[in-house]
């Protein structure tokens, strides 16, 4: 299964593994199972570590670096992608969490996300 983690599950992946049900750290130490991480999720970091959020603090070279090193697939952002967001409801207006849903339906991956907004298009989403 192709699984591209939303946001917030990379950060508890790296620097929180605790907040990840059992469930969850299962389908990421899978070996069927191909992580992926999306370049809007480095720049939300970016983005939202300057503006000094808390839930943000992480260095995101290293993150990339360490995403990387551990197997996981960086997926670029194209305009293919940027379109697809016109094809969503407007049931989550968060930008970031919609482009990385257009992604993942574009590719043929499921989205995993902890975010309840996220998980109302259900299509492509595997909430955990």
């Given amino acids: 299964m192709k699984l591209l983690l939303d946001t917030h599950i990379l950060l508890w992946t790296a620097g929180q593994p605790e907040k990840l049900s059992e469930s969850t750290r299962t389908l990421l130490t899978t ?3 191909s992580l992926f991480f999306s370049a809007a ?3 939300e970091i970016v983005i939202k570590l300057g503006l000094g ?3 943000f603090k992480v260095d995101p070279y290293r993150l990339r670096k360490m995403l990387v090193v551990h197997g996981y697939t960086e997926l670029p952002i194209t305009a293919e992608h940027a379109l697809k967001v016109d094809t969503l409801p407007p049931l989550h207006k968060d930008p970031f969490d919609r482009l990385l849903l257009a992604q993942a339906r574009t590719e043929g991956m499921l989205f995993l996300t902890a975010d309840a907004s996220v998980a109302q298009y259900q299509e492509s989403v595997l909430a955990v």
């Fill in 41 to 43: 999720s480095i720049w």
């Fill in 31 to 33: 070996s069927e199972n």
């Fill in 53 to 55: 959020r808390e839930d």
